[in-house]
């Protein structure tokens, strides 16, 4: 899930050329969340905190969250096909994956996250992170599928 509609049609292209290939693989959805009201006139801080609650919101107390953030840990993608695996054989009801906005996420959003994953030390638009998480949760589902779409 990310907070905020994607502004581009290029990315929204890509994001829906993966989103169909996911689906192959696990029911998967794929929500880009409203934006607070007046969000454009809000202080940093008070912007994260108003979508930290509509995060928070959409989760349950039993899902495992992952957060796509700068000071996350770097995977590889097989070791993200790891990660993946590992969640799909856990208890927990679902394994969300969260995409800030342009500031990143509340300390709230941190506390409750199960861990952080950066997708580079370079810096993404928060829109273009949108397509490569997609396109990573593709690869390793196509990986633990044995699939050629990933080469070593």
Do not use: C, W
């Amino acid at each position: 899930m990310s907070i905020g509609k994607t502004s581009y049609p290029y990315l929204t292209e890509g994001i829906n050329v993966y989103l169909p290939r996911i689906s192959r693989y696990v029911p998967f959805v794929y929500a880009e969340l409203p934006l607070p009201k007046h969000s454009a006139s809000l202080p940093r801080e008070k912007l994260l905190a108003e979508e930290a609650k509509v995060f928070m919101a959409q989760l349950e107390a039993s899902d495992m969250l992952f957060l796509f953030d700068e000071k996350g840990r770097e995977y590889t993608s097989r070791e993200f096909f790891v990660l993946l695996e590992k969640q799909l054989s856990t208890a927990a009801k679902n394994t969300v994956f969260a995409i800030g906005g342009a500031y990143g996420f509340h300390n709230s959003l941190y506390e409750r996250a199960n861990g952080l994953i950066s997708l580079s030390r370079m810096t993404f638009s928060h829109q273009m992170v949108r397509v490569f998480a997609l396109e990573q949760i593709y690869r390793a589902f196509s990986i633990m599928r044995n699939e050629p779409y990933h080469n070593d």
